[in-house]
């Protein structure tokens, strides 16, 4: 599953609309963030890491990096 649909998943799991994060991200940047623009980095699979940390916090998630042995 690419990470936009698994957003997409993750969103709709928890009742939460990309208008909602659209404007999370853009309170969290400072700076104007459409939906359409959020649409668009979800299905190009381009979300930054920036902007995927703002999304798994409001989600109540986080992210975790663990080294592979």
């Known amino acids: 599953m690419s990470l936009g649909n698994e957003i997409r998943k993750l969103a709709l799991d928890n009742a939460v609309t990309l208008t909602f ?4 991200i853009s309170k969290a940047k400072g700076k104007p963030y459409s939906v359409q623009n959020l649409s668009s980095k979800l299905k190009k699979g381009t979300v930054n890491l920036n902007e995927l940390e703002i999304i798994v916090k409001v989600l109540n998630y986080k992210i975790k990096f ?3 042995e």
């Open 21 to 24: 994060l659209a404007e999370k």
């Open 66 to 68: 663990e080294k592979e």
